[in-house]
C-alpha cells in the first residue's frame, strides 16, 4: 500500500510564498508520476503542476512562472513552490502519486489535500 501527505498550508497574503510539501511511503518500486492538484469552492479539480521520473515539470498557464515542482528523490518528498500568490490560489491543494510498487502492480494514490488561502 503506497500512502501519500501534503503539509504546508495556510493563510497568507496575496504576493505572498507557500511552500507545499508531498511525502510518498509504503510499499513502492518506482514513482512514475507526482502531480498537484486544487480545487477551489465549487470548481472542479485541476492539474497545477507534475513532475514524471524522465521528462521536464509541467504547469498549468494559471501557475506558469509563479510555481515550481522541485523534488527530493531521498525523502520521497515532492515540494510545490508557490510563490507570487493571488487569491484565485485559494483552494485545497491535493498531491497525488502514481508508479509501481515493490510486486509492480500498479498504484493511484491521493493525498487529503492541505488548505491555502490567499488574503489580506
Known amino acids: 500500500q503506497v500512502h501519500v501527505v501534503e503539509s504546508g498550508g495556510g493563510l497568507v497574503q496575496p504576493g505572498g510564498s507557500l511552500r507545499l510539501f508531498c511525502v510518498t511511503s509504503g510499499s513502492i518500486f518506482s514513482t512514475v508520476t507526482t502531480a498537484w492538484y486544487r480545487q477551489a469552492p465549487g470548481k472542479e479539480r485541476e492539474l497545477v503542476a507534475s513532475?514524471?521520473?524522465?521528462?521536464?515539470?509541467t504547469y498549468s498557464d494559471s501557475v506558469k512562472g509563479r510555481f515550481t515542482i522541485p523534488r527530493d528523490n531521498v525523502r520521497n518528498t515532492v515540494y510545490l513552490q508557490m510563490n507570487s500568490l493571488k487569491p484565485d490560489d485559494t483552494a485545497v491543494y491535493f498531491c497525488n502519486a502514481h508508479g509501481l510498487s515493490i510486486t509492480r502492480s500498479p498504484f493511484d494514490s491521493w493525498g487529503q489535500g492541505t488548505q491555502v488561502a490567499v488574503s489580506s
Open positions: 513532475a514524471t521520473s524522465r521528462s521536464s515539470p
